[in-house]
């Protein structure tokens, strides 16, 4: 079946630094979003790229879709405490169904 | 404009047992989606309800049902509980303009179950 993946799973990083995840799916998707998770709260909406190679930026945050439409990036340029969390990427099956991929978990040291 | 609602946050059941979690979308979405969330499993889609018809569904045994009402409010049953089932539930719901994929979700807080 469809996958959806993503790198790293963990990333611990110096408050200040970079942090880029990666999202890989099986499959072309239609669409990509993007989502930070808190620790102990619920998923938050970040983002959504349609078009193949768009590029969005959200202050700190700059969100890829890949020319094929099967991979996406989340890069977070010099990250801050209030970006600690975890990100997903999620993507529609073939059957209109939302596949979530398992997420990167991101730790900044202060 | 008030967030998705879900109750009750917490529960505690015992194997066998069954519950129904309720939730309640931002005013105005007609679409309500259900997820479970594990740390081993991730978040996985359960189903997707619109104008009272289940219009998705993920892979995902039959003790687990859901129904929406006609004020677009869901509810989530889920029948004989395994101690697998101990999660998350997440609720969310979505003006699904368009199809269901297309649309941001706005979650609930979630309800956490304990299956002891």
């Known amino acids: 079946g469809q996958q959806v993946m993503q790198i790293p799973q963990y990333q611990h990083v110096q408050e200040g630094e970079d942090f880029t995840t990666y999202c890989n799916s099986s499959?072309?998707?239609?669409?990509i979003q993007w989502y930070k998770q808190r620790p102990g709260g619920h998923p938050v909406f970040l983002i959504q790229?349609?078009?193949?190679?768009e590029v969005k930026k959200q202050k700190r945050l700059t969100f890829q879709f890949g020319e094929a439409k099967k991979n996406s990036s989340l890069h977070i340029t010099a990250t801050q405490t209030t970006d600690v969390g975890t990100y997903f990427c999620?993507?529609?099956?073939?059957?209109?169904?939302?596949?979530f991929g398992p997420g990167t978990s991101l730790s900044v040291i202060p | 404009k008030a967030g998705v609602t879900q109750t009750p946050r917490y529960l505690i059941k015992t194997r066998g047992q069954q519950v129904t979690l309720s939730c309640s979308p931002i005013?105005?979405?007609?679409?309500v989606s259900w997820y479970q969330q594990t740390p081993g499993q991730g978040l996985q889609f359960l189903f997707e309800y619109f104008s009272e018809t289940q219009r998705n569904k993920g892979n995902f045994p039959g003790r687990f049902s859901g129904r929406q009402f006609s004020n677009s409010r869901s509810e989530m049953n889920v029948s004989t509980l395994e101690l697998g089932d101990s999660a998350l539930y997440l609720c969310?719901?979505?003006?699904?303009?368009?199809?269901?994929?297309?649309?941001?979700?706005?979650f609930g807080p979630g309800t956490r179950l304990t299956v002891l």
């Open positions: 790229l349609v078009k193949s190679g």
């Open positions: 999620a993507g529609p099956t073939s059957y209109d169904k939302v596949i």
């Open positions: 969310a719901s979505s003006l699904a303009i368009r199809t269901y994929s297309y649309n941001e979700q706005f």
């Open positions: 499959t072309t998707l239609s669409n």
């Open positions: 005013s105005g979405h007609r679409s």
